[in-house]
């Protein structure tokens, strides 16, 4: 069975950091693009970044250039996004994904295997 399951969502104050985990099952990463989405209800997915499956040139939306960084350990197959300098507008259900193409853009319909979500709450 094909599944992403993510963790290391929760609660932290503004200025904090958190670090997702987002593990695979049912099939190797190492083939795969990968990339962090988040969506607040009743909006859609937002890109937040996005990586090849050789891990170079990773994609991020501009609000979280500078604090987020996206990286990936094929050998434990998960994915990861570090959370630095969280602010109150990071709030949200934070999503892994993964296809088989990278397309060099982070965008939701380009990613066809998707994880749960964790929540992120960030206090101000």
């Known amino acids: 069975q094909v599944q992403l399951v993510e963790s290391g969502g929760g609660l932290v104050q503004a200025g904090g950091s958190l670090r997702l985990s987002c593990v695979a099952s049912?099939?190797?990463?190492?083939?795969?693009?990968v990339g962090w989405f988040r969506r607040d209800p009743g909006k859609k997915h937002e890109g937040v970044s996005c990586m090849s499956d050789r891990g170079d040139s990773p994609v991020y939306e501009d609000s979280v250039k500078g604090r987020f960084t996206i990286s990936r350990d094929n050998d434990k197959n998960t994915v990861y996004l570090q959370m630095n300098s969280l602010k109150p507008e990071d709030t949200s259900v934070y999503y892994c994904?993964?296809?088989?193409?990278?397309?060099?853009?982070?965008?939701?319909?380009?990613?066809?295997?998707w994880g749960q979500g964790t929540q992120v709450t960030v206090s101000s």
């Open positions: 049912g099939f190797r990463l190492d083939d795969y693009a």
């Open positions: 994904a993964a296809d088989r193409w990278w397309r060099g853009d982070c965008e939701r319909h380009q990613f066809d295997t």
